[in-house]
């Protein structure tokens, strides 16, 4: 009786993880099946996704390669929605939400796609980024370097994260510091490692907003993590250096904006 009880349970579980694959499976199917239609010439990665991010309610992480250290043009802002201008009097494309408005001159970007598959427009897009890869994870459109890639920030996605709560109605710019400096496993591996993590971002207004819903997760990696938080905010993630100079030399500081 007792043996039959546990082939039940094993059963069981394993119904519901594959219900779970399953789950994930059909949400990436569901993107790549997406059609898309956008027409930009040399626009900003910033203003390319947020059409995407915002017209399409596509959610998109980036792991900025340190190849790309030296500007600030593949920012974009990873709330929504958006009510920002998007370009200066004379056209040039501008950057907001960092702190520091940064006038983007080189890394445009040319698209003319209608009604196209979601995964051609990424292929185009991120061939234009040069150093990178794209995939599908989980619902999520996850961007990383292909050449450039920092070792502790590669670690860092992978790095395990027990438990992450966030309750119902807490603005989502509190995020942020939940997956830095309230998180045990972040401030053990940025001190095992020599990080740390700035917070010289200014939020868009609607960045206040409260969370739709509970956010509680278990026994994922902190890339996992980001998409989650991602999926349930809207909008995305990046995980860079920081663009700004460091007050000490012995340590590295990230960018970490959700």
């Known amino acids: 009786m007792i043996f039959r009880v546990i082939i039940f349970l094993y059963l069981f579980i394993f119904a519901l993880a594959s219900q779970d694959v399953m789950c994930q499976s059909a949400s990436d199917a569901e993107l790549k099946d997406l059609r898309v239609s956008i027409i930009v010439e040399n626009k900003s990665l910033w203003e390319v996704f947020e059409r995407i991010i915002y017209d399409y309610d596509v959610v998109i992480g980036l792991e900025e390669s340190s190849s790309d250290r030296d500007h600030n043009d593949y920012f974009f802002q990873t709330n929504v929605p958006y009510d920002e201008p998007k370009s200066n009097p004379d056209g040039t494309q501008f950057v907001t939400g960092t702190g520091v408005r940064t006038v983007v001159k080189d890394h445009l970007f040319t698209l003319k796609f209608s009604d196209a598959p979601l995964s051609e427009v990424m292929d185009v897009i991120v061939k234009q980024m040069k150093f990178y890869k794209w995939e599908f994870n989980n619902g999520v459109i996850n961007i990383y370097p292909t050449e450039g890639r920092s070792r502790n920030i590669e670690k860092l996605m992978h790095m395990h994260v027990a438990e992450f709560q966030m309750p119902q109605g807490e603005p989502v710019d509190v995020a942020m510091a939940r997956v830095t400096f309230l998180l045990p496993e972040f401030k053990a591996f940025a001190k095992s490692n020599q990080i ?58 990230l960018d970490i904006i959700i």
């Open 196 to 253: 740390d993590s700035t917070n010289s971002r200014m939020f868009p207004w609607y960045s206040k907003r409260p969370l739709p819903e509970r956010m509680e997760f278990k026994n994922l990696t902190y890339r996992e993590l980001l998409n989650a938080i991602a999926r349930t905010k809207r909008g995305g993630w990046i995980v860079r250096y920081s663009k700004y100079k460091k007050a000490d030399p012995d340590t590295e500081f």
